[in-house]
């Protein structure tokens, strides 16, 4: 949800109930002033009455005026205070049906009578009164809305307008482009300070960033002369003349010396596939790399003795970065075939939608998901240096694969689903 | 005046030089220039490559290697792009504007998976990362070679066994021999670094690529060479390959 409507929301909530309670208080108050009125205007008309007829005004003329009537009772009655009613009463004419009716009575001794004086008046229901105030407060509410809407449109246009192409910026920023974000000047405070925030986050991002690219490049490059140096002075070693003795322990310094290489090279790809260096935006014909990784696989396939099936759609061509792909697909493949068994199987099916390669092989000891963790082996034992399948899950987050590994019935089975 | 003349004697000088570069490239003792900033590494290339009778050059870092490839022209740059003083592509670039007539080799870090597009993009003939095995390097200079025919004929021979580089056949006393791609590859790696001692890791690496765990290809790699042994002497060819104690091969021969 957009800040705006949240904020819109939460206002139109807020302003509902204040109007609730407000309207609820209004009523009250209206209604007890409405009572107090029409209840003072009938106390001053019976006492207004006692009053001329005790200076002497004839019965006759003062009643019906202000809907006095005035019944005479016997003087030894005793005197009654004031009776307040608050019925329903019809009001004249009838159509109108029925209405709220207040009458008040007091009975005077004047002279040697004795008056009953009684009148009454109409007044405003309860739920009038509560139509009537629900009424304005909904019009009341309606022009805030209104208000509020525009109000809103201003506030995302011009005030927000920093705040969005803030986001806009974030959104836009890439590491591999090496410019720091640029934002437009803002004039709120809060925004300015975020600017300024961001800006000096992103150059540090950026500094830091080609800190850690620069260490993996000069870590590469430092550790790879060596190893090149190494292999250079042990093939001269190997032109000269030399016993078997000599051989056995050049041939242990030589596999050393590539497991050394291979775990280098192994963990630098890793760290520029994490640091995002290569972005997936190529059109790759994958199922052109399938088969050439397939062709080239097709001897040891051969030699091992395996069982090779493949389900190749021709032309499935998908969004990700050509070596990348290469190097997946010759891992998962050299995967499957290292980590078979006797007499086994290799399965290889590609469609548009994903790829799936299959082998049968021994139990794995570890929970499967596991095998995707750096130096994690099956058989902690083997050859391999336990980064192949690292590798091949940072290279599907790359390209935005899914990948999955699952094991039953003795089949390895790994699916990558693009997008 | 003095000055002048000075400038002149250069001038001269230079276009000696340049006229002996060309003679060489004549009579066909390839000039290489190797620019690599890794003094070690830089001398066992360039002793591997000087056994195999080319002439080597060496340039330390970029503006040297630009000086020279300004002045003398060569046959082949083994070309480092991770340089000390510049990036090695930008020699490319040169090489490339100044439309000078030499194969370009390019060298990098194995991760380094863009400077290999970028280099075969811009027009370097081959593409070979570090670390690498010397014969594999010695393989790829020989194939450039080959491709651009500087050796002007396709066919070697070695004992009995002629290899045609162009038809990619190989016969022996005369009869077509059989092979598989790899066998053939096996064989032409091994023709290309006679009589050296060639490692397990390096034949694997040359078989099967960069991107695997070569160590438990060994098998394979012992596999193709008995293949290959057997195919070879039933044809009655001459059985030059020896084992060296496991450690590697070694294709033993008289040159021809």
Redesign the interface.
């Known amino acids: 949800m957009k800040l705006i409507s949240k904020l819109t929301l939460w206002y139109i909530a807020i302003t509902t109930i204040v109007l609730l309670i407000g309207g609820f208080i209004l009523f009250k108050a209206i209604l007890y002033e409405v009572d107090r009125e029409a209840q003072r205007k009938l106390y001053i008309w019976v006492s207004l009455t006692a009053e001329q007829i005790e200076q002497g005004a004839p019965v006759d003329s003062v009643e019906h005026i202000n809907n006095i009537k005035i019944n005479e009772l016997d003087f030894e009655a005793p005197e009654q205070p004031f009776v307040f009613k608050d019925t329903m009463g019809i009001f004249p004419p009838k159509e109108y049906g029925e209405d709220r009716k207040i009458s008040l009575s007091k009975s005077y001794k004047i002279g040697d009578r004795h008056y009953h004086i009684s009148t009454y008046s109409f007044v405003a229901e309860p739920d009038e009164i509560i139509f009537g105030l629900s009424k304005s407060l909904l019009v009341i509410l309606g022009i805030l809305l209104l208000i509020l809407g525009v109000l809103s449109l201003i506030i995302s246009r011009k005030v927000l307008a920093p705040f969005n192409s803030a986001l806009l910026a974030i959104k836009n920023f890439d590491l591999k482009q090496k410019e720091p974000m640029l934002l437009p000047e803002a004039r709120t405070s809060e925004f300015r300070e975020l600017n300024n925030f961001l800006e000096k986050m992103s150059e540090k991002v950026l500094k830091d960033y080609r800190i850690l690219k620069e260490f993996s490049?000069n870590a590469?490059?430092e550790i790879?002369?060596p190893?090149?140096?190494i292999?250079?002075?042990?093939?001269?070693l190997?032109?000269t003349s030399?016993n078997?003795e000599q051989?056995?322990y050049?041939?242990a310094i030589?596999?050393a010396v590539?497991?050394l290489?291979?775990v280098n090279?192994s963990l630098?790809?890793l760290t520029?596939l994490e640091n995002r260096e290569?972005s997936p935006d190529q059109e790759v014909n994958i199922s052109e790399k399938l088969n050439n990784a397939l062709v080239?696989f097709h001897?040891?396939i051969q030699?091992r003795g395996l069982d090779y099936e493949s389900n190749i759609e021709p032309e499935v061509v998908i969004r990700a970065?050509?070596?990348?792909v290469?190097?997946m697909l010759?891992?998962l493949i050299?995967n499957a075939i290292?980590h078979n068994i006797k007499d086994g199987r290799i399965g290889v099916e590609l469609n548009s939608g994903q790829l799936r390669i299959e082998n049968t092989g021994e139990d794995p000891m570890v929970p499967t998901g596991e095998l995707f963790k750096r130096f994690k082996k099956n058989n902690q034992s083997s050859?391999?240096?336990g980064l192949?399948l690292s590798i091949v899950s940072q290279i599907c987050e790359v390209n935005n694969f899914t990948i999955d590994y699952s094991f039953g019935n003795g089949i390895h089975s790994i699916v990558v689903k693009f997008q | 005046m003095e000055d002048y003349l000075y400038e002149r004697l250069l001038l001269g000088i230079l276009l000696t030089s340049k006229l002996l570069q060309k003679q060489h490239a004549y009579c066909k003792s390839m000039k290489v220039l190797i620019v690599e900033d890794q003094q070690d590494l830089n001398d066992d290339i360039k002793h591997y490559l000087q056994s195999e009778g080319y002439i080597c050059e060496v340039s330390l870092n970029y503006n040297d290697a630009e000086d020279k490839l300004l002045s003398f022209s060569y046959d082949c740059v083994i070309l480092d792009i991770m340089l000390p003083d510049g990036n090695g592509l930008d020699l490319l670039r040169l090489i490339k504007k100044g439309k000078m007539d030499c194969s370009v080799l390019v060298v990098s870090a194995k991760n380094a998976l863009d400077d290999k597009l970028d280099g075969l993009n811009l027009g370097a003939d081959d593409y070979i990362t570090k670390p690498f095995h010397l014969s594999e390097l010695n393989a790829r200079i020989k194939a450039i070679f080959r491709r651009r025919n500087l050796e002007g004929h396709s066919i070697t021979k070695i004992e009995n066994i002629e290899i045609d580089t162009e038809k990619m056949e190989v016969r022996v006393e005369g009869s077509l021999l059989d092979l598989t791609r790899k066998e053939y590859e096996l064989l032409l790696y091994f023709v290309t670094n006679k009589n050296r001692v060639i490692s397990r890791q390096s034949v694997a690496e040359h078989l099967w690529g960069d991107y695997t765990d070569n160590l438990d290809n060994f098998d394979f790699v012992y596999q193709h060479v008995k293949n290959l042994r057997k195919k070879i002497s039933k044809a009655g060819g001459a059985d030059c390959i020896e084992t060296v104690y496991g450690l590697g091969y070694k294709m033993n021969s008289s040159v021809s």
């Open positions: 490049e590469s490059h790879q002369t190893i090149s140096v292999r250079g002075k042990l093939e001269m190997m032109a030399i078997e051989a056995s050049m041939s030589q596999n590539q497991k290489s291979n090279q630098l790809l520029r290569y080239a001897e040891l030699m970065h050509p070596t990348l290469e190097i010759s891992n050299s290292r050859e391999s240096t192949g």
